[in-house]
Structure formats: C-alpha cells, structure tokens
C-alpha cells in the first residue's frame, strides 16, 4: 500500500497546526500515548510488545541496507547482565554517506508540507512499537520499563515533532517566489520575477547516547529529515537495538511513502572499534547532531569547525536550598531527582547547596545537619523498599558508573568529608542480576570543590555546606557557567530572594526550576514548553528545540529574471 | 535631549511593521534616499557634505571612547593618492572589550521593541550623514561619489534595518511566558508558570572590508544589537574614516537615548600592526562578524570554532552566455558589471564561459569570436570617455589589483592566451592622480582552468571557450561550488537550458541571476529581497539575512515554578 507524501500532508496537516500551535503558546500537547497502560492500550499490546522483544533476542537484526561488510553488536542487558546476542549490519561508511546523498536527491523535490506528512506517519509508525522499543531500551539503557516506554516513546516523539515544527516555521518563512520592482531612473522601472530554492546541507550524523537512546535522537532526525537533510544514526554500542528498530521503523515508513529509505541509516558499531570520528569527520558529513559526554562533545565543538555541530552533553546541575513553606514536598521532589533513573539523566540534580545556618521552614529554622538527614531520610523511604526502587532508579547502564561511586567515596574519605549515605545494590524484584546502586550521598564543604565541581555521572549526591544562601547561588551558578549546567533547581520561600538568584542564573546562562515538589518527576522536560540546554554554558548548545537549531540545517539558493517588459507579465 | 527607548519603539513601529512585511514579500521597500540628487535634499546639503568631509582632513577624528593608548591612521586617497592624515584613536583591547560587556548590562534590559526602537533612530542618524560619508568612502575604497552615496547610504542602511527585523522576528518567537499543565495521574494537575528570558551571546567583533565599509558592517551590527550583543567595529586600515564615522553617530544616539554608548565601539589599526586575530580570538569576544578576502574568512571559520562565525568573503563568479533575444542589452549589463566599481564587488563577475560554437542571437549565430568582440567593444564605449568611465569604472582601491593585473597578463601570454584588451589607467576628470585601471580581457580556453579557476580582485574578464553551452554550465557551476560565487549569470533564450543550468547551480549552491540587461547594475543586491551569500560554497556563510543569521545569535533562559495550588492562579 502506497502512501503517497501530499496525503500524508493533508492527513497530518492537524497535526502540524496543532504542533505549531504548541510552539508558541507553550502549553501541553501530545499526539501520543504516554501511559503503556492497558486500559489506554487494550490487554494484549503489553504481552505482544514483550514477546515481540523477546524475540528479537538471540537473532540477527533484519534491516536491509546498503554497504553492509560484517556484523557488531555487543549489547549486555544492565538487567539480566546477559548478552542480548543480536547483531547489527556493520557498515562500510563510504557506502552509507554515498546512499544517503542519492535518496537526498528525490527527497528534496517534496514539499516542506509533504516532508512534515511523511514524518508525521513515521512519528505514529514509531509509537506503534513503543511496547517493544520501551524493552529494549529498558535492557540497553537500564531504565525502568515506564520510564523507557515514555521516554524512547511519547515524549521522545513529542520532541522530534516539536524539531519538525520549528523545521517547518523556518522553511515557512522564505517566501518561494517574489516580483519585485525598482525605479532606475533613467532607464525606468525594472520588474525582477524572483524565487528561492530550499537546500539541504548534506547528511547529517545523528550520535546516541547510551541512557537515552531516542529522546534526543528524534529532534535531530526530524528537524534533518524536514529541512531535506539524510541521516546517519549511530547508536551507543550499548544502546543499537532501540535505535535499530526506530532506523527500521523509519525506512518501512519512508518505501511506503514512495521515498528512498536510505534517507535514515544505522551505523552500529562496538566499544572496541568505534566509528563516530571517521564518521563525523567523513568528508559528505555535513551536520552533527550529538549527545552524550561534555568531554566527547567539546572535542566535536572544536574539532569539526567546517561542520554545523549541535551537542547536548551534561552538566553539574545544582539545587539551591533556602527555605521551603512546606520542605517535605520540596525535600520529596528532590529525593525523587536523585535517585530516578540512578541519576543518570543529563537533567538529574548532584550538587545540594545548603547554608550552614540551616533552611527556614515555616516559622522555624531546619539546621544543616538535620536538613541533610531529612534528605538521607526521603532517599532510604524511596529505596528500602526493593520495588520502589525498581520503579524509581532502575538500573545503572554501566559498569564505570559503579567504579565512579567507589571512587568518589574513597577520595571524599581521603579528604576528611562525611559519608552521609552508602550506596549499596538493591535487590530488583524481577532481575536478581541487576546493576543497581542507590545514591551516595557525601557532606561536603563549600571550599571541597575538587570533589563536586564536575558532573559524575552515577547516583552521587553532594550535600554542600556554604557561608550563606548568597554564597550558594553564587557557588552553584559559578559551577553552571564554568562546568556546565541544563537544569538547575532552587528551593526558596523569599520573592526576592528567587528573583536575584534567576537573575544570577540567567547571568550564568542556566535555566532555573523553582520550588519544584514532589508532584511530578522535577526535571521532567515537556516538549513545546522547556526550552532544553541553554548554548551558555559547557553542557552543550542546541536548545531542542528553537529555530537557532532549524534555521541553518538548510540554505537558500536564488534566482532572478527580468519580467518581459512587453507584457507587463 | 533624551530620547525614551520606549518613545522611539513607538515612534518607529511602523517603520518595524513596514520592514517585517517587505522581509515577507520581498518586494522593493525602503525608508531611505537612495539618490544624493540636490531636488532631493535641496541645494546646501551636497557642498554641506563635502564641507564636512573636508573639515576632517588632517585632524585627529574626534571620537571619545574607552582604553586608548595612542593614535593609528595612515588613510590613503584612491583618488588623491595622498594620505588623508586622519588619525584615530589606537585602543586597548581589553578595555574595549570591558567596556563593552559592562555596556550590555542595561542595553538587556531593553525590551525587543525598544532596542528596534533606539536601533532605527541610528539608522536615521547615520543617514543624515550620508554626503559626508559618500565622501568619506570615496577617498577609502575607491567607489564613485553615486555609488559610495548609495553604498554606504541607503542600501546599506536597507540591508542593516533588514536583519533588525530578522532578529526581532526570531526573538518575537519566543514567547515570555507561559502557563502549562499536565496531569501526572495519581498525584493530581500540576500547573507550572513558566517564563523565558533572553539572553546575548556577549561581544561581538565586526571585521569591516575595504571596498564597501558598511554594506556588511551594518546588517552585522544591527543584528547584533537587537540580540543585545555589543559590538566593536574592526575597520580595514584603508578603510577607517566611513566606520569611524558612523560609530561616532552611533554612540551619540545611544547617549541621546539613555543607553552605554560603549554598545559600539572602534578599534582601528594600521597594516603594519593588524589587531583583528588579537580581537577575534580575545577570550570575550563571542560572535564574528567578518567581511573580506576568502583566505582569511576561511581561517576564521576554521580556527574559531568556540565562536559563532559569520562570514562573508568572495567567489568567483561567472557568466554564462548562450544565447539572448537582445544580445545588445545582455552584453550592455555584462559590461557594466565587468567595469562596475573596477569589478572590485563581491557580486562582480569576473568569468565569461562561451561555447565555441558561438551564441544564438534572435535568428542568427554569433561567433565566439565575433561574441568576445561584442563584449571588448561594449567595454571600450563605457571606458573610451573619462567622464563615463569615472561614473562607472571609479577607482582601484589597492596598488595590490594593479600587480594583479600585471601578473594575470604576464601569465596569460606565457601559457598562450590572448590578450583582448588591455587594461589601462584612464584619466580621471577630477582627479588627476586617481588610481585608475580598465578591465583587462583575456580569451582563454576551458582547460586553462589555472588563469581564471580563482577569484583575481581586480578589473580582470577571462572569456572562455568552451566544447558546448552544457560544458559551460557544468565548468561555471564546478568553480561556483568548489572556488566560490556569491552571484553567477547566465544569458539564455531557452526556457529549458535556463531550468537545467538553475538545477545544476541549485547543486553547486550557487544563486543564479538570469538575462539580467543593462536596465539596471546586474549585480544590484537589494535588501528584503535578494538573499546574499548561500552558505554552500566558499564564499561565506551568511546570507545577510535570513533567520540562520540571527536565531543564533541570542539563547533563552528559563524559569518554571509551580502554581500555587490553592488559589489556582
């Protein structure tokens, strides 16, 4: 069955108003099922997603695309602890770039209506497998299975929409053809028939990261594919298979519509031999959509100047504890920031600055120390209990998160700071095999910078003792600016007090999230409405979404022609 | 007396309202005079303009700004050949660039419509100076009095108050505020008020050329200060006395209207002791605006990479003659861009590829020959009289050209082309010692790729012979896309070769201006209408202006707390 684009653009055309409609008010929308419950879902889709996973296991990965020269794939479960055992094609490069290039060529002749009809049916074509994605990004990336089937799901695509919105707006915004006139004086009016050609910049490499493998993919991909961009996706060689089924997904999506598939590519590749340079360094890569490490990420940010480089990396991100009128949702808020996901979101919190006078709460004046512990105390009610915990941290992707709690502890021993709360392996009530670990939770001094003044990326939580509650705004927004920050979060009773510390922030170039309680996950990030990373500090620069992240993924060529004078035409 | 920011948004919204739609048509609009004619401006002004300009010679240029530590100026006249003994304030880097960020502080404070506000007030201010600046430009890049009146007059100012819309556009997409909800199940709607400020990048340095000091200058700087971002205006050491200028007349209206006249600042130097590389890579600078030689725009873009680079330079540009209904009027318009300004214009074409077959004119053929011929007589006419070709040809602004001139010559003969025309010095009516050059016109054939494969800043037309009219679109269109063009011609009677080669220059990232005739400067680029450079090929990257050129050049901080659940609000 043939879907042909300028169908798909009528049928999704809602879609695109209401997208854009979101866009500029801000406010919440989604096309897309967050919840896997059954009663949204019906009963059978849970089990079939499940067993559609299951049997992916063990198996080659059936994708069909040019240039294959082998297999990879080395996947482990952070669950099981057990090779998933499938392969991916491995890939010639030269032959991807040389595909992407040619299915570029038809793709551009659409329409920017007909491109956003054809993405808006891959967007629904990939939540139609978010049961079976959210397993496999459950036992790649380690996240809890609602965590996963939101995250590499509805919210993932709420963010890839929102890119090809913004897509849309920019291509929108060049007339494709103009009559212009000017008087010349002596020679008299010259009537000029003008139009503008869209270009896309070439293929763009789209880079995974390993605890989110679809959430910051999305965005790229369609903010590439609408503005007549190819794309290379290459996945965490953790993290192929959720992002494999989205390449698959994609390409079936893209022959239906009548379009070469080759305009989204997998290039898997392993930890042992890893092909991101060659590939972003490619001479046909023109654009580089990247997420994962500040340290990768900054390399690319001054090492591929030719290119038109975006990064979303991670930062030190700090809360600010001042005072609260009800300090049990504010320390419930935090608690869950730190121990979802084991902390391993770009968004998590690390650093508490707290005064060493202690939080005003109501009427009375919480000391440090006993603030500490009412923190320590909300972390233990949220994982003593194994299934809690389950729900709450999932588990650690990797091994080198665990050897990082060991060895930020043994250097805060080393150096005199106080060990507030172990972090121990929990007991995953469905996989005894698990990588979990609870949050470590370390006092420190305010001058003890060498131990908290970077992210570590593993459930760490620093609480920090400062002179005063200006010392820690000052502190913690130092921090952003030098080191990096996307969410930032301040606890506050006092008008004023929050109105300076946004001021001080906003000077830092980092976003602040106020008073934010335990209702709903604190660094939850809605798309249409938050603004991702800022560009100000070291923690990347593409917001996910604005138009600085669309408008220059495509360029305008011109050509002009005198309308004959004869006829006036 | 002080001039409100918020008076000045009200007065020139109109201007704003007016601009934003002629961005959106791209129909001709400006709120400037192009022409310098005295029925215009009434009788004083011109000798008024020329008294003023005269007033400054041999005078230190008065301008009260920050950190200077001694005096730079060795200006010398094209026309005069003698030093225009101008000198200007030699500044402190560090003090420019503190001074310029402490500038920013309330400069941000600003809503958008009152920095386009104080923004349009300057641009009327720098027109009233237009006479004397026509002048000043003169006796600095060599342009004749008409085009310097209109080049760094009105057009210029077009294209400054162009990208002062583009940037209120991309900052009016962003909303201030924003209320969203969502129902996080059990835990009930949470409501969260959001807010987005934005904020600039930081200083930005302006590279100025020599041949047209503000064309560039003033979109860049425009751009810069509706982000909010300073700017500190890096003249070329020939080139002073126009920038010098009009950052005077910038500072003042800023002082007039309440604001840190320190937004814009000069920091001029000499060609023994260039600062620009100190300025661009001086740790505070955050955005680069360059316009100049594609040598030194390529370095920027590669060795700046931590910086946002904007970048403007040359191509080389070609024609491309296959037939015309009115081969006099196409070779009329080809010969006034060939001589225009001495062909020293990024948009001057320097390449005309003719099939050695000939051109098809109306009914019959006209030889390669018999073609070339046409054009080395449509130059004589306009370069035989001094009067026209002082109007047209004006002057060389660097010795550099001339030596360029001699060595392409030399080199031509050596390898066997054949000179057409020799270039000459003609006598300028009003100034005996102008430095003067008509163009030089070699034939050359298609494989001589090593004589006319680059651009030659000077009145320099290599006509070349080529196997067929395909060949030559294919041979322009290669050089387009892997030496540079800003503007390529093609002259054709044929709708289908004009679709093809508009294809095949689409690929090369090329614009295409078709048949343009003599009725008009085939190499006029007009503001709100035409875009500039592509961005695909080696010309540049900014299109002067699009929303690529300013959606980056500001970032979004934002709040978000939680709405008090009691009251609802």
Redesign the interface.
């Known amino acids: 069955m043939k879907l042909r684009p300028v169908e798909l653009a009528e049928r999704h055309a809602p879609h695109l108003d209401a997208a854009l409609k979101a866009c ?5 929308w989604s096309p897309f099922k967050e ?1 896997p419950s059954s009663k949204v879902h019906g009963e059978s889709r849970p089990a079939e997603g499940r067993a559609r996973f299951e049997a992916l296991l063990g198996q080659p990965f059936e994708i069909d695309q040019p240039g294959t020269i082998g297999t990879v794939g080395h996947e482990v479960s952070p669950y099981t602890r057990k090779p998933l055992g499938i392969t991916y094609p491995k890939s010639d490069p030269d032959a991807l770039f040389g595909a992407a290039r040619e299915a570029m060529r038809s793709w551009i002749e659409l329409s920017p209506e007909e491109r956003a009809g054809v993405c808006f049916q891959m967007a629904f074509a990939l939540e139609e497998q978010a049961f079976v994605n959210a397993h496999a990004t459950m036992h790649t990336a380690g996240q809890a299975f609602l965590m996963a089937f939101s995250g590499s799901g509805a919210n993932a695509l709420d963010r890839g929409v929102e890119a090809l919105a913004y897509a849309y ?2 291509m929108a ?3 494709r053809t ?5 008087d ?2 002596r ?2 009016i ?1 009537r000029l028939r ?1 139009s ?2 869209l ?1 896309p ?1 070439g293929v763009a490499v789209v880079v995974c990261c390993a605890t989110f493998p679809l959430w910051n993919a999305y965005p790229a991909v369609f903010a590439n594919l609408m503005t007549g961009n190819a794309v290379i996706l290459k996945p965490h060689p953790n993290g192929i298979l959720p992002v494999a089924m989205a390449v698959k997904r994609m390409r079936e999506t893209l022959a239906a519509a009548g379009q070469d598939p080759n305009l989204v590519l997998l290039a898997a590749d392993e930890r042992e031999a890893p092909i991101t340079i060659e590939l972003i360094k490619h001479s046909a890569c023109a654009i580089i959509d990247y997420t994962g490490s500040q340290r990768f990420g900054t390399w690319i ?6 290119r038109l480089v975006f990064t979303e990396t991670a930062g030190c991100n700090a809360v600010v504890l001042e005072s609260s009128d009800d300090l049990n949702a504010a320390i419930g808020g935090l608690a869950n920031g730190l121990c979802g996901f084991s902390a391993q979101m770009c968004t998590s919190p690390q650093n508490v600055h707290i005064p060493h006078t202690g939080v005003r709460a109501g009427d009375t004046v919480l000391s440090f120390e006993d603030t500490a512990t009412r923190i320590v105390d909300a972390i233990l009610q949220r994982t003593d209990n194994p299934a809690r915990a389950a729900a709450l941290c999932a588990a650690v992707q990797a091994d080198q998160s665990l050897d990082l709690i060991r060895s930020v502890r043994e250097r805060a021993l080393a150096s005199g700071a106080e060990i507030l709360l172990e972090s121990r392996s929990y007991d995953h009530p469905d996989f005894p095999d698990a990588r979990t670990a609870t949050p470590l939770v370390v006092a420190v001094d305010a001058d003890q910078i060498d131990l908290y003044g970077e992210e570590v990326f593993a459930p760490i939580c620093f609480i920090i003792r400062e002179h005063s509650s200006e010392e820690a705004v000052q502190n913690a927004a130092r921090i952003a600016q030098q080191r990096g920050a996307i969410s930032s979060y301040l606890y506050s009773a006092d008008r004023s007090f ?1 109105e300076n510390a ?1 001021d001080r ?2 000077e830092a ?12 996950p604190i660094n939850f990030a ?1 798309a249409y ?3 991702h990373v ?3 500090n070291p923690a990347g620069n593409a ?1 996910l979404t ?3 992240f669309v ?2 993924r495509f ?8 309308v004959p004078a004869e006829t006036g035409k």
Chains 1, 2 share one sequence.
């Open positions: 500029a008010t801000r406010a919440h919840s707006k920019a915004d060049v007339p103009a009559e212009w006139e000017k010349f004086g020679t008299g010259v003008k503008y050609r270009r910049r940010e001054e090492n591929c100047p030719d929050i946004q922030f906003a170039g980092a976003s602040l999230w106020v008073n934010m309680d335990d209702r709903m809605a409405s938050d603004y800022t560009g100000l917001s604005d138009l600085a408008a220059n360029r305008i060529v011109q050509f002009r022609e005198p």
